[in-house]
């Protein structure tokens, strides 16, 4: 761990923002990044105090990522990966300038505003060979981990079941009206697209099931509301899901569930057993072999494996949350920009663009079959 | 409660069968039944051996319902009422005899086999003046009631989205080929009828959402499953509703959710809170009211209402479970059958034949969806 | 199970009692015992108003105990058990009666008001070979059994350590200031005895640590308070133990505890594992074999022993609670009884006699042990 | 936040540590501190190749922490903290060192290894002017400080009963015997100090619920044991404490409860309600008001209050865990040595050297009373 960190930009994230910190804490969490560049926000003098508070050197705040892109891919020392924190439309534009100048991209989920975009940046950034991850964070759980490497291992038999569920209650009320900033961009199709709970909450969950899984879906069935008077985008989804399997899914994500916080749970039922895992309480993995004991695992304990463990900071009973989580997806990056410098390859569980762009087909098709009176849409190209 | 107890009889239940006995238990833990006849197994020595073992006289052990139905209707103190618990497809010939014959009926669920038969059923039960009462026992819990309760008072607001689910494991595996009793006439479309699991426990889901909503669903999707192979009927249900109001719903059934024993669980969000509560923990009710901490109100404590407290025998902390709530609805059939005596009338809260049919409705019109493809279904007559 | 019910009778219970109607339903779970005659209270228009409203016929209703024993021991088919629910200060001169009449004698706890009434009560009733049974009924949930029976074969290894609790908050205020009838006997010498809140739940938690473990505490240190003002009982109670194998044990009991409702919970940590058990959420019982992961024994499913298996009605996932396991003990004394017709004897786990003796030692030598300043106290005779 | 990072050193914390990287990570959690400098071992190869490893430049990586802080004190750009991570032995002499060279201190607990020892060393960081906290690191958070907010806010009423508990399982058997390094020292007198569990683990209840309930615990009474045989310091440890007000408290402590990780869990019940907190589910604090519905506050949910919003980073339903409750004493740290250069001060939570004093009071008084057999000691000076 001794070689140089990561010089790393962030577009995005300036004062106001969530997601920003969140990224920016994960980066600095386990020492391999360094944060030397900034578009910080759309609002110059903002950009400029917002890269002030973080250190960041006034020459390399910038007014606009194409500005930042075209720049810091020609300075001597400029930044090898860049961050990608802003509204989703931004997203696809931003990801190409950085690309295009030959920097390493880590950009937020979902992956663009539209299917369309979504393909068009896959292509290239297959083809630029660079590292591009996607922060479906949660797959960064150690336990979400563990209980990939025990589908993995036949811990389950064939999976029959898939119970996704996703609820939060902060859009609950019309609080866009009111002006509050994360709330406005996501209910406005012009900046978050055509998805809103499904785009914003829904993707995680999705990808969550395949991950774990290790099974596609194949086909959906959506149900979507958007309960808040004047609002476009949905706000609540029931969806159905045909996984390649066999397996029959459903996945439910709302943002208007009443006392829900971050209610992300995933449940999986096989011939052999179960799995059940809650993001709120995220240490601990629930496993029900069939015929037998219920079993708590937890993270760190004895009975966990090398997926876990390699995911893991401290031991158990020592909690660890949300950003330890976010943090290993930004050590695994550093981990494939590592091998790059090296001209090397290596496995790694992080989500990359192709797992975005499934999570835009996810979004259009849901789209689709709610227009459509609930009909079944193929999930396969 | 000094009038006399209610002469009871009882069709099926007998040695080996688990619900005969519930349904004896409750009838029994308020002292206002007294078990007096029964044709209690359609194989005559276990009718004979069942009877000596309750202390039934051995006279009024008969051979077959319609037998019993017409000697108990002539008797001087013949029973009262009758308990059927035998396999589905025989509750609507029994509860023709016995209704017939004056005398009142307390029914498992589902009502029948069939929705014509239930049909014709709910017409007779109706134009007879006699107390139909069907056992979706789980809406006897305190804390389901407790949960209507504020429902009604607006504590939720307009209700937004209701999430039910009923997960079972006993038939993960195809236990009705090794002969297991339970397992076999459920799974035997002859005996259960045209729905699986939608008819063993999706009923009691369905009837549950609808008693502490106060909403009706309208239309209904489904997508069933019969994962064990070899077996006929569904042993999985995912399934969506809309109910009167335009709250959206999602209805997870399943028998062969592996770890599951009987997690029946109830969830509803609206406009102000959310309710949540589970089978397991049955004396809990969970309550978030939107923007406020989360509330937990217990059985018996302070916090509950009129509603739970009538039906509630134990202090908080000293925990009722399945066989309490289940005797609730002996008990408030025991008041509708006093009242009756009386040739009076009361208001109560215990499922009737109309909750049955609503039931058979359920049923038929999941089936016919599946069969369709997922495609919506009307449940308004 | 086809021989005859146990004539029963009541002393205490009447109108506005808990425990009296607990028993009742206790004994009438199973169906094994008939409730015949009463002493329900000291006040004469409401032991006969209560006897009418359980339809006891008003012959035998009973003034007071000393009648009904008399009387009762004659009768060609007088009672054969009787159960004693009085405040406890009545429990000794009651049992005794009732031993010399020949009848049995189940009686709740503590045992009598004083360690001098218990000695001489536990000899009288030893020597009677009558049954004694005393309702340490938490010791009648299938879980505590399961607990007993993973212990003795080693599950646990060397026990080191014992923690128990019981918790409760109904006398956090000075309730018994207004009239309440259970509050103001408990916190009267006179009617109590020397112990308050470790004589009304302290001694149920001592005895099941002892049941449980299998091991004899052989010393105790106190430290008593009666926080509420103008009490001279204690309402709250820490308490040290020393058991015969060297392992240490903590023991609080309390009223006072805002929040708690009946929080009794038993945990045991030994050489090889740990087990946990709670009684509001008794159906599980988690167990913590050492290096590997935890597990929860659900009753009624298939990890649970024997002993457990035959204390359980329904299957698991359907809640039993605090009334089954109170039958559980009516159940048993209702088989040494029958035992007893036939001039037979059995085995059983239902407390006895001299349980009740050992929890009045518990109690003086805690009284003795906090007025000396919180020194250790011989639990051995 | 824009000014300069606090230089930051490190005595202990080398290769195969622990703590060491915890604080660490703490450090650099909110980007306050750039680690310069250090001692990270007695070893001086596994100090050289840690530095390296930490990218710290080898002529600040110092073979002693003598060597350290003579040179770092005289450096323009010297450390201005230094964070002390050794076995309890070496805390004394290195944290001198350091005061004397004008060098801020965040020690590990326990303070010493003996009470002379913290009481010289209290002595001369007062006179000292320097920053000196200690990481009771568990009052870092967010529940907590929402815990003894409430508690100052009169929530509780007058409190009654303290229950603390801090249980572990990670030396149920001699791992010390095969060479474990965090074992080998943590039972070793000589590098332990008088106590065992109670050092280690026991200061931090001992300090959490004096933190919380803003009460001062009086006197204790501890009974002691060392399960495993072989070792010479308590594993397990049982205390009675009175607290200033009359408050009752009792403080388990254990290293060898089968199954326990790292259970801390906090009660208090006062005479208006009761509080509880565990650390393994360290974002929930469950508040019962006395006669109301239980409530669960969840850390950065609308419920909280200031105190524990400042100690917030991410929104409620996205768990926080131990390195962020870690890092919030690092931050208040930073807070008060940023404090100091401005030659002003400011008001803080975190824990200083007269609370790390505090704790080797309550070492050294339950050695004594378990000695004497268990007799009530003063806790005051």
Redesign the interface.
């Given at each position: 761990?001794?070689s140089a960190k990561i010089r790393l930009g962030m577009v995005g994230g300036g004062q106001g923002a969530?997601i920003g910190?969140?990224h920016r804490?994960a980066a600095?969490?386990d020492?391999r990044f360094e944060l030397v560049a900034g578009a910080l926000s759309s609002d110059p003098q903002r950009a400029t105090d917002s890269a002030?508070?973080l250190?960041i050197d006034p020459k390399r705040s910038y007014a606009s990522f194409e500005e930042m892109a075209s720049r810091e891919g020609k300075l001597k020392s400029g930044i090898e990966a860049v961050a990608i924190v802003t509204p989703n439309h931004l997203h696809c534009a931003a990801a190409k300038a950085f690309l295009k100048a030959g920097i390493h991209v880590i950009c937020d989920k979902p992956l663009t505003a539209n299917l369309d975009d979504a393909e068009a940046l896959a292509t290239l950034a297959t083809e630029s060979g660079l590292v591009f991850t996607v922060t479906y964070n949660y797959s960064g759980y150690p336990m979400v981990r563990q209980a990939r490497q025990m589908v993995a291992a036949g811990k389950?038999g064939n999976i029959?079941?898939i119970?996704i569920?996703y609820?939060?209650?902060w859009l609950?009320?019309n609080i866009e009206a009111s002006g509050q900033k994360q709330a406005t961009w996501r209910t406005d199709p012009d900046q978050g697209g055509a998805g809103g709970s499904i785009a914003d909450i829904g993707t995680h969950a999705f990808h969550l099931a395949e991950f774990v899984s290790g099974l596609k879906a194949k086909s959906l069935?959506a149900?979507l509301?958007a309960?808040v008077v004047g609002r476009s985008l949905d706000d609540?989804a029931?969806i159905?899901l045909?996984y390649s399997n066999g397996a029959?899914?459903?996945l439910?994500c709302?943002q208007?569930?009443?006392?829900?916080?971050?209610?992300l749970q995933l449940r999986f039922?096989?011939?052999?057993?179960?799995l059940q895992w809650s993001?709120?309480?995220?240490?601990y993995l629930?496993?029900?072999?069939?015929?037998?004991?219920?079993?708590?695992?937890?993270r760190?304990?004895?009975?966990v494996g090398e997926s876990a463990a390699a995911a893991t900071?401290?031991?158990?009973?020592?909690?660890?949350?949300?950003?330890?989580g976010f943090a290993n997806l930004y050590r695994e990056t550093a981990d494939l920009i590592e091998a790059h410098r090296q001209g090397d390859s290596t496995e790694s569980l992080v989500p990359t663009v192709s797992d975005g762009l499934r999570g835009m087909r996810f979004i259009e098709k849901a789209v689709a079959s709610n227009q459509a009176?609930?009909i079944?849409q193929s999930l396969e190209k």
């Open positions: 761990m001794s969530f910190e969140v804490i600095r969490l020492n002030a508070e250190g389950l029959r079941i119970q569920e609820a939060q209650d609950a009320t069935l149900d509301d309960f609540n029931n159905l045909h029959k899914g459903m439910w709302s208007v569930a009443s006392g829900k916080e971050n209610g039922y096989g011939s052999r057993g179960g993001q709120e309480d995220p240490n629930q496993y029900t072999p069939l015929g037998e004991a219920r079993q708590t695992l937890t760190g304990g004895s009975s900071r401290i031991p158990a009973g020592h909690p660890e949350g949300f950003l330890e009176g609930s079944w």
